[in-house]
C-alpha cells in the first residue's frame, strides 16, 4: 500500500534560516510524483514543488527545493532563507502512475521567529 | 476569479441533514476530486472523477455521494450529515499531461462544513 508520513508535527525556524521538512514515501509503483504544498492560515492549498520518481535532479523553484532520496524514499523540503510568509501547515503527497489517487502525509506545521 | 470554485465556503448544519458542496472549475480539466482534511490526517480522498461517465470510490467514500454533472462541475453530497463529517472539505482538478507521470493539483478554496 502506498504511505507518505511526515513526523515532525510542528517546526520552529528563525527567520532568514533554512529549514528541513521531512517526508518519507512507501510505493511499489516504480513511477510516480512527489508534491509539496502549502497551506497558510487562511487555508488555501498552494502547489510549491514536484518531483518526478526518473528525475535525475533534484527540483528546485526559488527558495524551495526537494532533496529526493530514492534509495530512502524519501522526499525532504528545503526551504532557505525562510520568511514571516512561511509560516503554514506543509504537506507532503504522493501521485501514482497516471496522476490520480494523490495521497498525503499529515503535514508539518512551520512556524518562522523573527 | 478563481480557476476552481467551490459553494458554500462555510456551512453549519445539523445531524440528519442532506448537503450538498458544490464545485465548478474554468481550467477545462476532465479529472476532478473531492478531499477531506482534518487535523493530524491530512487529506483523504472521498471521490474522483475522470470524465462525466467515470466516478471512482477512493478511501473514505461512506457517508458520501457525489454527481459530475458536467466537466466542469462536481458535487459531493451528504444524505444524512453526522457530526464526525465536521471538516473541511477541498475540490480539486488535474490534467496528467503537465508531468511526466502525475499531475499536479489545482484546488479550490475549501469548503468548511461543521454539523452539530
Known amino acids: 500500500a502506498q504511505k507518505i508520513t511526515q513526523t515532525q508535527p510542528g517546526m520552529f525556524v528563525q527567520e532568514k534560516e533554512a529549514v528541513t521538512l521531512d517526508c518519507t514515501y512507501d510505493?511499489?509503483?516504480?513511477?510516480?510524483?512527489l508534491f509539496w504544498y502549502k497551506q497558510p492560515s487562511s487555508g488555501e492549498m498552494i502547489f510549491l514543488i514536484y518531483q518526478g520518481s526518473y528525475d535525475q535532479q533534484n527540483a528546485t523553484e526559488g527558495r524551495y527545493s526537494l532533496n529526493f532520496q530514492k534509495a530512502r524514499k524519501s522526499a525532504n523540503l528545503v526551504i532557505s532563507a525562510s520568511q514571516l510568509g512561511d509560516s503554514a501547515m506543509y504537506f507532503c503527497a504522493m501521485a501514482n502512475t497516471g496522476g490520480f489517487k494523490t495521497i498525503f502525509g499529515a503535514g508539518t506545521r512551520l512556524f518562522v521567529k523573527a | 476569479d478563481a480557476d476552481v470554485t467551490q459553494t458554500p465556503r462555510n456551512r453549519i448544519t445539523k445531524t440528519g441533514k442532506r448537503i450538498m458542496l458544490e464545485c465548478s472549475q474554468t481550467?477545462?480539466?476532465?479529472?476532478m476530486y473531492w478531499y477531506r482534511q482534518d487535523p493530524g490526517l491530512g487529506l483523504r480522498l472521498i471521490y474522483y472523477?475522470?470524465?462525466?461517465?467515470?466516478?471512482n470510490k477512493g478511501e473514505i467514500s461512506d457517508g458520501y455521494s457525489v454527481s459530475r454533472q458536467a466537466q466542469a462541475k462536481f458535487s459531493l453530497s451528504l444524505e444524512s450529515a453526522i457530526p464526525n463529517q465536521t471538516a473541511l472539505y477541498f475540490c480539486?482538478?488535474?490534467?496528467?499531461?503537465?508531468?511526466?507521470?502525475?499531475?499536479?493539483?489545482?484546488f479550490g478554496e475549501g469548503s468548511r462544513l461543521t454539523v452539530l
Open positions: 472523477s475522470f470524465d462525466v461517465k467515470d466516478i
Open positions: 480539486a482538478t488535474s490534467d496528467p499531461s503537465l508531468g511526466a507521470a502525475t499531475g499536479e493539483l489545482f
Open positions: 481550467k477545462g480539466h476532465d479529472r
Open positions: 510505493t511499489s509503483d516504480p513511477s510516480y510524483g
